[in-house]
């Protein structure tokens, strides 16, 4: 099979489209809708055009295309990564078949719905980020908040092209239900928790990008590991415009913290909100929500719904080649956080030995815990270069959460469990408060002129694709 994205279609595509009349003609009736979806829930502000990669093969080498277009005219398409024909299931009770090429009958509620959330979260993500390209700081961070999101774009896509092609007049429904809800609709609002915050201004999108996209990656790293062979194929290929999102994140915040310290250290305080810069204090809150908000998406401690995905072969583990187990852990156990009683009737955080199986969201959650470690190492990198005894750090597990072991209980960063009034009156020094979102929002003043950045975060250390950071990567309407 071609791995060429074919762009003589009217939906570029590597999976031969054009010999199925049925389901072309499907998505081609889905898509004048995403349009509408994008002109109406996408990006604000008006350009002419933007300096955007697009796929032009789904390989290892040169895959991406770099060239000025209108967004409205990006070739969105359907790209899977090449088909290993010898693929085999890798893990649970199915494991040593060849990966399915359809559907199972008994496994197609719960990998549609496994396919629906994850869908769900990608026009979520360009709804929240809509309005950030009012304030960019500069034309460069303008260029990947819309590199972002026209690949949010065709993450949805990418699952929209799974939905019609395998889950017929369900899926068709389930692919229009994916327009219709949005972020932080009251009626219809998106299907979980960190999709229906607001993006409010850049530090949010550069700690979303980090922290949740972060959550992006893991999850799609399980689907990759799918029995389902055209969602492992598609997942595989989302991870690779994934690592620009991450990107994105991690130098963001790099560069929020790199100033912040500049300043810091050039006026000899801490105090720098008056100095145009963000508090140390401030950053510290926006990670601590981000992070928090972004734990809650692996859903339960312990989940028989995850128990099920993996003994069906539908969702793996992170990087489940390299495990060294049997790959069906029906015999294996793993310690999950829980929440007990501390003796005198008052809770504790403690620890719960229950089967491997139930525990995969956090086996899961603490793959990811550990790659979050990785930034704040980083940040803390940058305030010990700048010669600062200040640092960053990632609250407690139990902190600030809405889903699983903790979701009934309050507890400090430090993991102090509070009561409900200890929380109500201390949690503003440990998330956000309005003051903070305002003097952050107050900050956000757009610098759309070539070559220039705004006061509150550094330049970037490279551009985009060997273009220097002057470049002129957006052109404005
Ligand atoms: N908010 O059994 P449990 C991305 C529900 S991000 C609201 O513990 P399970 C991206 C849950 O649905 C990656 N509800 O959960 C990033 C269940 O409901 P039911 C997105 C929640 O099923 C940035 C109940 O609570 N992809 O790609 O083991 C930009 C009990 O939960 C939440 C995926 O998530 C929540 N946070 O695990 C753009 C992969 N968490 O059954 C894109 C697909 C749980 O009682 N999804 N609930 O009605 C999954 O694998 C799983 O559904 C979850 C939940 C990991 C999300």
């Not at 187990?325 to 029906?330: C, I, P, Q, R, V």
Request: with cysteine.
């Amino acid at each position: 099979m071609t791995t060429a994205p074919d762009y003589s279609e009217k939906i570029p595509n590597n999976v031969q489209l054009r010999e199925d009349r049925r389901l072309q003609r499907a998505l081609e009736s889905w898509q004048p809708n995403f349009l509408n979806w994008w002109e109406s829930m996408g990006p604000t502000l008006p350009t002419h055009d933007v300096y955007l990669r697009t796929a032009v093969n789904v390989g290892r080498e040169g895959w991406a295309h770099f060239g000025h277009v209108a967004m409205k005219d990006y070739r969105w398409g359907i790209f899977l990564a090449e088909r290993d024909p010898g693929r085999q299931i890798g893990f649970g009770a199915h494991k040593g078949e060849p990966a399915w090429q359809k559907v199972p009958g008994e496994y197609r509620a719960d990998l549609q719905r496994l396919i629906v959330i994850q869908g769900d979260t990608e026009p979520a993500s360009v709804e929240q980020q809509r309005n950030l390209g009012a304030t960019a700081p500069s034309l460069y961070d303008l260029r990947n908040l819309f590199q972002v999101n026209v690949e949010e774009g065709r993450h949805l896509w990418a699952m929209v092209y799974l939905l019609h092609a395998y889950f017929g007049r369900e899926g068709r429904e389930e692919a229009e239900e994916l327009l219709h809800r949005n972020s932080g609709s009251l009626e219809s609002p998106r299907i979980l928790g960190a999709f229906n915050e607001e993006t409010p201004d850049w530090l949010s999108f550069y700690m979303f990008t980090y922290f949740t996209d972060r959550d992006g990656k893991y999850q799609l790293g399980t689907l990759k590991e799918s029995a389902f062979d055209p969602l492992s194929r598609t997942c595989e290929f989302m991870l690779k415009e994934e690592a620009h999102h991450m990107m994105v994140g991690t130098t963001g915040v790099d560069r929020v913290v790199e100033r912040t310290a500049q300043v810091m250290v050039e006026n000899d305080t801490d105090e720098v909100g008056a100095l145009g810069a963000i508090p140390l204090p401030v950053i510290q809150k926006y990670l601590n929500f981000h992070y928090s908000v972004s734990l809650d998406l692996f859903g339960g401690e312990t989940s028989t719904n995850v128990a099920n995905y993996y003994t069906a072969g539908l969702k793996g583990r992170w990087l489940e080649g390299r495990r060294k187990d049997d790959h069906k852990l029906a015999d294996d156990s793993i310690m999950v956080d829980a929440i007990d009683d501390a003796g005198d009737g008052r809770p504790a955080i403690s620890q719960l030995e229950v089967s491997a199986l139930v525990g995969l969201n956090t086996d899961l959650r603490r793959e990811y815990i550990a790659d979050c470690q990785g930034g704040v190492n980083r940040w803390n990198k940058i305030l010990a270069a700048a010669g600062l005894p200040h640092r960053v750090k990632l609250p407690h597990i139990a902190f600030n959460r809405r889903v699983g072991a903790f979701a009934g209980i309050e507890a400090s960063p430090d993991g102090a469990l509070l009561s409900a009034d200890e929380w109500a009156e201390q949690q503003g020094h440990w998330l956000p408060t309005d003051v903070d979102k305002t003097y952050v929002r107050s900050l956000m003043q757009p610098v759309h002129e070539r070559g220039k950045i705004a006061a509150w975060i550094a330049p970037p250390r490279n551009g985009i694709n060997g273009k220097p950071f002057d470049y002129d990567y957006v052109h404005l309407a």
